[in-house]
């Protein structure tokens, strides 16, 4: 590998491309690579190693450094299974991308930027499985910590129609020593039997329940997984809804009806939940059937159905509508969220599958924060924002207790996500998964 004298070529660089570097029109590449123990810092310009050393590198356009533990180290730690990348974080818009594999990093950026590199052990790991009641997480040093959630997928039927599956949310926040979050994970939603006249019931955090008749069958949705400033007696209290500063939405339960197919349940999802897919029978005549999908959820209102009549049916604030509720009819029910997706309804000739939930994250730009003084019937959203204004405003999204978070990213439930055992898979299945990782000190 050539290498160049650093002095020399930066400034051969910077003397024929100044106002290039300095104002960010050319983008640098960074690309940081390891050995068995020590780190080896690149930087590429036009295909062309420029600088090379073991140490994190720092020059007035660019600062890297690496946090071990929560300890500013000068390296990598060697890849032995020890330690495990955990993020990173850019102060502008850099993007890091780190290959397991390779035990390397690579770097893009067009900024004046700082970038740090975390990795961590297993005892700066918390994992939150579904338990069906609140977990809490007590800090216990200060500083900045990931938090990562994984909402519930919803039911599937027997005959495999196919539940919504849950969101992913994640994002960087300073915690203090002593203070308690209080995680609620996510309930999956139940698979229906065929032939079987039933009720299948709500699930834990938000997801509607289901209705299975004779001929139909609707699953139950998936619930949210969330966190939580404040808990309740019960998972639906609404000073622990108003509380939750991320939620990762569930997906809707699936639908079907026999000889005419099954209809998918709506995704978990980012800013607007996935909408449920609605079967209909063949009639002959006049065709007078209702559209009546079930909608996802947004970040303003729960989902509601096409029709704007069947209000029992809607998803409201933190829950999933419930399906149907007609003794000879059947649908499924809305996933949790944010503000959770309708449920589905059988209207004698039609059917649909329930809508997804929503998510939201303080500190994610499109997301919409509610006023403290929300009440049960009464869910008043901050002053001079709307959905149309909260995508250019980011201040629209931040909670009332002003805790933000950073490096945010929303994944919707249709969308390629990484599991929490580290495996890629299309939304998330099953019960919804937190896990919140200590990264480094506050400062």
Not at 82 to 88: D, I, K, M, R
């Amino acid at each position: 590998m050539r290498t160049f004298n650093p002095e020399k070529e930066l400034k051969k660089i910077q003397k024929g491309n100044k106002n290039k570097i300095i104002f960010g029109v050319i983008a640098l590449l960074i690309v940081i690579a390891i050995g068995s123990s020590y780190a080896l810092y690149q930087i590429k310009y036009n295909k062309q190693i420029i600088y090379t050393t073991v140490e994190p590198f720092y020059s007035k356009d660019l600062q890297i450094a690496v946090y071990v533990n929560g300890e500013k180290k000068d390296a990598f730690p060697s890849k032995d299974g020890e330690y495990f990348y955990a993020t990173y974080e850019c102060e502008k818009n850099s993007i890091i991308t780190f290959d397991e594999e390779e035990w390397s990093a690579s770097l893009t950026t067009n900024h004046q930027d700082k970038c740090n590199i975390y990795f961590v052990d297993n005892n700066q790991i918390h994992n939150f499985g579904f338990t069906g009641t609140e977990q809490k997480f007590t800090v216990s040093k200060t500083g900045k910590y990931k938090i990562e959630l994984w909402g519930a997928s919803g039911g599937t039927t027997e005959t495999g129609a196919k539940g919504g599956q849950g969101a992913y949310t994640t994002g960087i926040i300073k915690l203090n020593e002593g203070e308690t979050l209080y995680v609620y994970v996510g309930e999956g939603g139940k698979t229906t039997t065929r032939l079987t006249v039933a009720v299948l019931d709500a699930t834990f955090n938000g997801g509607g329940n289901g209705k299975q008749h004779t001929y139909t069958n609707g699953a139950s949705g998936g619930g949210a997984t969330d966190i939580r400033l404040t808990k309740g007696t019960n998972w639906d209290d609404l000073e622990g809804l108003k509380s939750r500063i991320m939620v990762a939405a569930g997906g809707g339960g699936g639908f079907y009806w026999t000889n005419k197919g099954n209809g998918s349940g709506g995704f978990g999802g980012g800013l607007v939940g996935g909408e449920g897919i609605q079967l209909f029978e063949s009639i002959s005549g006049e065709d007078t059937r209702i559209q009546a999908n079930a909608m996802g959820g947004f970040q303003t209102s729960g989902g509601a159905t096409n029709d704007k009549k069947s209000i029992e049916y809607y998803g409201k604030f933190g829950i999933g509508g419930n399906a149907n509720g007609n003794n000879s009819t059947s649908g499924s029910g809305g996933g949790g969220g944010y503000y959770g997706g309708a449920g589905g309804r059988d209207q004698g000739f039609s059917g649909s599958a329930g809508g997804g939930g929503s998510s939201y994250i303080s500190g994610y730009k499109g997301c919409v924060a509610i006023m403290e003084s929300s009440v049960e019937d009464n869910i008043q959203i901050k002053d001079n924002c709307t959905e149309e204004t909260a995508k250019s405003d980011i201040t629209c999204s931040y909670h009332y207790s002003n805790r933000i978070f950073t490096n945010t990213l929303m994944i919707a439930g249709n969308e390629e996500m990484l599991s929490p055992s580290g495996e890629t898979e299309v939304g998330h299945s099953g019960d919804g998964y937190a896990r919140i990782t200590y990264l480094a000190p506050k400062n």
